[in-house]
């Protein structure tokens, strides 16, 4: 597996293991990144706001809308990887890459939106939402679906008002 940093494949010699947390077993290595490759990646994703700013809702809300019919495409798939990945069951597994799913049509749907809002996630229990504005970076600590909820609110990015002053944290 590789890195995909600034719009290039990154490799690097010093790899890390994907371990299953069931079993032990290894599922694949990974680059580990040197602290130059998180500047890059930290300066492309603020270039990659500024960018996404720019295009037109509509557009921003194909680009979301095809990444979820991808996601629909590979659910199964996706529940596979992220069941071993996470060492969870199937059922979970599967409930996770559906749910990764369901939060990107969401994103694609208020990309049109010409106003900015706050919107509970249904099925999250711990407080976490929507929004139109970057909110955080995909970090290496982070799970795949995790990534994929992150990319999908960064990518959604429009000029908003300030974040409502309940929302400050």
């Known amino acids: 597996m590789k890195m995909f940093i600034g719009g290039q494949w990154v490799d690097r010699d010093d790899k890390i293991e994907v371990l299953n947390p069931f079993d032990g077993s290894v599922l694949d ?5 040197s602290n130059e490759d998180v500047d890059t990646a930290l300066a492309t994703a603020v270039r990659g706001a ?8 509509y557009e921003r809300y194909q680009i979301l809308h095809r990444a979820s ?10 529940g596979h990887i992220i069941s ?3 060492g969870k069951v199937l059922a979970e597994g599967l409930g996770e890459a559906a749910r990764a799913q369901e939060t990107i049509t969401l ?3 208020e990309a049109k939106r010409l106003t900015s809002e706050v ?5 999250a229990s711990n407080g976490a939402a929507n929004s139109a504005l970057p909110c955080a970076c995909p970090a290496a600590w982070l799970l795949p679906s ?3 909820i992150f990319l999908s609110t960064w990518y959604a990015i429009r000029p908003v008002p300030p974040w409502p002053q309940a929302m400050r944290w």
């Not at 290595?29 to 990144?33: F, L, S, Y």
């Not at 500024?50 to 809702?57: R, T």
């Not at 019919?69 to 996706?78: A, H």
Request: glycine fraction near 0%.
């Open 146 to 148: 995790h990534h994929l």
């Open 119 to 123: 919107i509970p996630l249904a099925a």
């Open 69 to 78: 019919e991808i996601i629909t495409e590979r659910l199964e798939e996706l």
């Open 29 to 33: 290595t990974v680059p580990r990144a």
């Open 50 to 57: 500024e960018i996404m700013a720019k295009i037109p809702a």
């Open 107 to 109: 994103s694609a749907e």
């Open 84 to 86: 071993s990945e996470e």
